[in-house]
């Protein structure tokens, strides 16, 4: 079966860094080798030889989805690597920036920052200069009606009879902020297609565990979009192993619900 590409297509690494991105092992990696051998052996082989075999999500896709479950988890000891993996498969700077950008509505601000510093680092390690070009397409004036349009695009008239229903006192929170700050900052950014976003955005929700009302609207959202049942499997699939199988078989039984 022919795997899918949900990225944008942009600038790709120099073929003889790609092969060397990964040639030298983690600190971490090499001490757990040392001090836990079993439980390192199960590890990568789980990871490294059965895992890539599963599913039909392109190599870089999956290293978008890391990055996502990482920042969301706060696994800042494997943003490194994960950095190196995501542009040994192809993924620019941009697209590297803007997953994790995705991140920020759903995990907070805090985390997403927490993230970037490793990330960051590791660019800047790899040879890769880590200021991305600025990918924004809206301003203060315009960033809420730009972010309606791409937020009634995805759950239709929802939004409108939300937005009716909203007390006075909470209509900043969910009027305002969330359509101009969620919406209207991020999903409007270039550098990711609305199909990427909303993948990035499914894995945060699943990762954070206990949001299952927003995962299944994010379920249907990716559905409406274009993402099918199988992307989103394969989204649980390459999380799996960093958050547990609680939220594992809770997402999944999300979208076994949602996308009947």
Same mark, same amino acid.
């Not at 990225?7 to 073929?15: R, V």
């Not at 959202?221 to 989204?235: E, R, Y």
């Given at each position: 079966m022919k795997r899918r590409t949900l990225?944008?297509?942009?600038?790709?690494?120099?073929?003889a860094f790609a092969a060397d991105a990964l040639a030298t092992p983690g600190a971490q990696d090499s001490q757990l080798s040392k001090m836990d051998p079993d439980f390192s052996a199960i590890e990568d082989y789980f990871l490294k030889k059965e895992m890539p075999k599963a599913g039909e999500m392109s190599v870089k896709n999956r290293t978008m989805i890391t990055l996502a479950t990482l920042a969301t988890i706060s696994g800042v000891t494997r943003l490194h690597q994960a950095t190196a993996d995501a542009l040994k498969a192809g993924m620019s700077v941009v697209e590297i920036k803007e997953t994790l950008y995705q991140c920020a509505p759903y995990i907070g601000i805090t985390?997403?920052?927490?993230?970037?510093?490793?990330?960051? @680092?590791?660019?800047?390690?790899?040879?890769q200069n880590p200021i991305p070009t600025s990918q924004s397409t809206v301003n203060e004036t315009t960033r809420f009606e730009k972010g309606l349009a791409v937020q009634k695009g995805i759950f239709g008239n929802a939004i409108d009879k939300m937005h009716a229903s909203t007390p006075e006192n909470q209509a900043y929170i969910s009027k305002q902020a969330l359509t101009a700050y969620c919406f209207g900052d991020f999903y409007t950014r270039t550098g990711l297609d609305l199909k990427a976003r909303e993948l990035i955005t499914f894995t945060a929700i699943m990762c954070l565990g206990g949001c299952e009302p927003q995962l299944k609207a994010h379920t249907a959202?990716?559905?409406?979009?274009?993402?099918?049942?199988? @992307?989103?499997? @394969?989204?649980i699939m390459v999380a799996m192993p960093y958050i547990g199988f609680p939220r594992t078989l809770n997402a999944l039984a999300v979208v076994n619900e949602i996308a009947k």
């Open positions: 990225l944008m297509s942009s600038s790709i690494i120099p073929a985390r997403v920052e927490s993230a970037l510093v490793e990330v960051n @680092d590791a660019l800047q390690k790899l040879g959202a990716n559905l409406s979009v274009g993402n099918s049942k199988q @992307d989103l499997i @394969d989204t």
